[in-house]
């Protein structure tokens, strides 16, 4: 990775391209070029053959200056970088501090590609790479451009163990601010793999970055807890903080309990009761008692 200093004082992990995959995208270039100059060559051959053999000259030369000369530095110019060997190969022409490409990059690295891949079938361009730290022709050297590797295999990240359930919401009010990321890093780093180290290493480790978390923060851990729960129980911690500045307070908030619902008691099914019928007289006068209002509707 290259560590390319930008003028905000913020460094860039470019990857740069090495000889091989450039090679390879060169020779796809070529081929493309080439061809299409054999086939314009072979077209205007015949469209020249009332001429006399010094116009015959001049538009060979101008063919070959603009098929092999002109259509690359156009492509660069248009594509930002990206020919189609290097959108094949995954590479991509860059200014020195990562921004894209202008014309004036792409002319100066077209002007020195006829000298270095063209008339020395490029063996200036190789020699350039090979002794370039950063694997640069002498074009990138005098344009001030890079090659990159623009698709780089992903890396899984591997998640942070969870702290033990008893430490959880233990250090809510430590002070985390001190703490630098590359201490972060370390930390983040042995705990997705304490569990591929020796025990003892891995015990000599924790204890070191515990103690250099509480150098930082200031505020010792409580008593008898392992190094290792200790840093989970950190992590846990800023995890926590950054998802609630990146997401609100709604990320953390408690949710409020919900009222259960009051029982409702199970009707009851009374068994019929067989009444015997009783004569009463017709005749017979029958006192009927008013009947008070009691509030319900009678049934339909």
């Known amino acids: 990775m290259s560590d390319l200093v930008t003028g905000d004082a913020v460094v860039l992990g470019l990857r740069p391209?090495?000889?091989?995959?450039?090679?390879?995208?060169?020779?796809?270039?070529?081929?493309?070029?080439?061809?299409?100059?054999?086939?314009?060559?072979?077209?205007?051959?015949?469209?020249?053959?009332?001429?006399?053999?010094?116009?015959?000259?001049?538009?060979?030369?101008?063919?070959?200056?603009?098929?092999?000369?002109?259509?690359?530095?156009?492509v660069e110019t248009l594509t930002h970088g990206r020919s189609l060997g290097k959108l094949a190969c995954g590479l991509r022409v860059v200014r020195e501090d990562g921004g894209p490409i202008r014309f004036r990059h792409a002319l100066v690295?077209?002007?020195?590609?006829?000298?270095?891949?063209?008339?020395?079938?490029?063996?200036?361009?190789?020699?350039?790479?090979?002794?370039?730290?950063?694997?640069?022709?002498?074009?990138?050297?005098?344009?001030?451009?890079?090659?990159?590797?623009?698709?780089?295999?992903?890396?899984?990240?591997?998640?942070?163990?969870?702290?033990?359930?008893?430490?959880?919401?233990?250090?809510?009010?430590?002070?985390l601010s001190a703490v630098p990321d590359g201490l972060w890093l370390a930390v983040r780093q042995?705990?997705?793999?304490?569990?591929?180290?020796?025990?003892?290493?891995?015990?000599?480790?924790?204890?070191?970055?515990?103690?250099?978390?509480?150098?930082?923060?200031?505020t010792p851990p409580p008593a008898g807890v392992p190094a290792a729960a200790f840093l989970m129980a950190v992590v846990h911690e800023r995890q926590s903080r950054d998802a609630a500045r990146a997401f609100g307070a709604a990320a953390t908030a408690p949710?409020?309990?919900?009222?259960?619902?009051?029982?409702?008691a199970a009707p009851v099914h009374v068994a019929p009761v067989h009444?015997?019928?009783v004569d009463v007289p017709v005749d017979a006068p029958v006192d009927v008692a008013p009947v008070r209002g009691t509030g319900f509707a009678p049934p339909a």
């Open 109 to 175: 690295r077209g002007a020195l590609g006829v000298v270095e891949l063209l008339m020395t079938f490029g063996a200036v361009a190789c020699i350039a790479s090979l002794v370039s730290e950063r694997g640069r022709r002498l074009g990138d050297v005098f344009g001030g451009t890079l090659v990159i590797r623009e698709r780089v295999p992903g890396v899984r990240v591997m998640p942070v163990p969870a702290p033990p359930p008893w430490l959880a919401g233990r250090f809510t009010g430590l002070d």
């Open 275 to 277: 009444v015997p019928p």
């Open 255 to 264: 949710v409020a309990p919900v009222a259960p619902l009051p029982r409702v």
């Open 190 to 218: 042995y705990l997705t793999r304490m569990n591929q180290l020796d025990p003892h290493t891995s015990a000599v480790m924790a204890a070191r970055l515990a103690d250099d978390l509480v150098a930082r923060t200031g």
């Open 17 to 74: 391209a090495r000889l091989p995959s450039r090679a390879l995208a060169i020779l796809l270039d070529l081929v493309v070029y080439v061809a299409g100059y054999v086939l314009i060559s072979v077209g205007l051959l015949f469209a020249t053959a009332s001429l006399d053999p010094a116009a015959r000259a001049a538009v060979s030369v101008a063919s070959f200056v603009l098929v092999l000369v002109g259509v690359p530095i156009a």
